[in-house]
């Protein structure tokens, strides 16, 4: 937690227990979602990053038990055999899978789990939680700023960056055909404070506490509202 942590929303005790919620952030691999999950999550007091598992290898400066919990295939296979996840797919060639503990501790807890998952990952947990969790498919502006971004990163080889470009448009047809936001993240600090409204207002919603402002302000972004420029054309249909 940063010394800026703070609550979302000062709560009323007689307005009873805060409402947990899914945030669920998903995007084309080098949109900046990683970006705005700890940012959010750093900013808020009852936010939590859920650490996923994988199968992949750490890269750059990740950490084991921070970024994701790096696991042997045989050890994915058996914590599916468990009932371990509450949701799991295969990504990129490998696998990756939320923990059904996370998912369950900050519903219990009222708080707010932030996802890092894809598209896949996303329509499991609508279906499982389909009150609790708010899907906010996250863009870049265009095609280019996401290669360039990619590219900045300097984290992947060349082609598993052309991999990536690749599979951005099956990633982005299923995010705008399914997703309830979809988030323009142009600049880091606008995107961040978007993310806040759409957080506020479903929270809002979901607890009964009426927030016309935020309601308003985040209905901008609802899919199929939000102007989401090049993409559509880019879109396959
Ligand atoms: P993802 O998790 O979607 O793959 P990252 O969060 O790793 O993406 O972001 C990819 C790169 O783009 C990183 O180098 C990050 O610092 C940068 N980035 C993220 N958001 C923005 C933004 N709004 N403007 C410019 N660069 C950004
Ligand atoms: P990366 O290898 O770049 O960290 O992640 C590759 C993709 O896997 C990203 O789209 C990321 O959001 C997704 N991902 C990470 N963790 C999970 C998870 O637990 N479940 C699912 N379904 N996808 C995940």
């Known amino acids: 937690m940063s010394s800026e942590a703070r609550p979302l929303r000062q709560l009323d005790p007689a307005e009873g227990p805060a409402p947990g919620l899914l945030l669920v952030l998903s995007a084309p691999s080098g949109a900046g979602k990683t970006t705005l999950a700890h940012r959010f999550q750093a900013a808020h007091a009852e936010a939590v990053f859920s650490v996923s598992v994988t ?78 969790a708010l899907t906010v498919f996250i863009l870049p502006p265009d095609e280019a700023e996401l290669a360039r971004r990619l590219r900045g990163r300097s984290t992947e080889s060349e082609a598993a960056i052309e991999a990536r470009l690749a599979a951005a448009r099956t990633e982005v047809a299923r995010g705008l055909a399914s997703y309830e936001y979809v988030l323009l993240n142009d600049e880091i600090e606008e995107a961040l404070a978007r993310l806040e409204l759409i957080v506020r207002a479903a929270r809002a919603r979901l607890a009964g506490w009426p927030d016309p402002h935020a309601e308003s302000a985040a209905a901008q972004w609802r899919r199929g509202i939000a102007a989401i420029g090049s993409w559509r054309s880019a879109t396959p249909t």
């Open 55 to 132: 199968t992949r290898a750490p890269r750059g400066a990740e950490q084991d038990g921070v970024d994701y919990h790096f696991v042997t295939p045989e050890r994915f296979a058996a914590l599916v055999a468990e009932g371990a996840f509450a949701e799991w797919a295969e990504v990129h060639g490998r696998r990756y899978g939320t923990l059904r503990a996370t998912v369950e501790e900050t519903l219990q807890a009222g708080g707010i789990a932030v996802f890092d998952i894809d598209v896949q990952g996303g329509a499991q947990l609508q279906a499982a939680y389909p009150a609790q």
